[in-house]
């Protein structure tokens, strides 16, 4: 999940107790000076951790 750190629709904290139910695969990124919207206030912020996610993914046989 990538979560801007000063959403105010769903504050950083709703991300980490969501993280912990989805358990220890689930991925958490927070992108700092940015809120909901964080993939248009920060993109080359958001667009770098989505391409470091998506590098450690191997398609399946």
């Known amino acids: 999940m ?3 750190e000063d959403d105010d629709f769903f504050p950083i904290e709703n991300a980490k107790m969501l993280k912990e139910k989805l358990g220890e695969k689930a991925m958490l990124r927070s992108i700092s000076k ?3 919207l964080a993939q ?3 993109p080359c912020v ?3 951790c989505l391409k470091e ?3 450690t993914i191997s398609p399946e046989p």
Request: net charge neutral.
């Open 2 to 4: 990538l979560w801007g």
């Open 34 to 36: 940015a809120g909901h």
């Open 46 to 48: 958001y667009n770098h």
């Open 40 to 42: 248009l206030e920060r």
């Open 53 to 55: 996610f998506l590098a």
